[in-house]
């Protein structure tokens, strides 16, 4: 069994920049891809950004260029940089990774103030 470990979440003022990191519980896991999803509160889940095995990038129309995926593949995490923050960015941001299961990790709350 798989655990994601999320950090890097908190309170930021509008326009300032956060870092979340992902890890699995044992390295060297092989993920098909590696994603971020965020739930607001009363609002379902969805998707913020993904990275595929191969390399591939998605990400939702909302970030608008300023999120950035990126992921280690030896320490078998997934990082997202996320600048300009806006106060419509607050939202839980949960870890998703894809092994045959598909594994999510506990959540992170990030606060934007306006």
């Known amino acids: 069994q798989v655990q994601l470990v999320e950090s890097g979440g908190g309170l930021v003022q509008a326009g300032g920049s956060l870092r979340l990191s992902c890890a699995a519980s044992r390295s060297g896991a092989s993920f098909s891809v590696m994603a971020w999803y965020r739930q607001a509160s009363g609002e379902q889940r969805e998707l913020v950004a993904a990275?595929?095995?191969?390399?591939?990038?998605k990400y939702a129309d909302f970030v608008e260029g300023r999120f950035t995926i990126s992921s280690n593949k030896a320490k078998s995490a997934v990082y997202l940089q996320m600048d300009s923050l806006k106060p419509e960015d607050t939202a839980v941001y949960y870890c998703h990774a894809v092994a045959g299961y598909r594994y999510w990790g506990q959540g992170t709350q990030v606060t934007v103030s306006s």
């Open positions: 990275i595929y095995a191969g390399g591939q990038i």
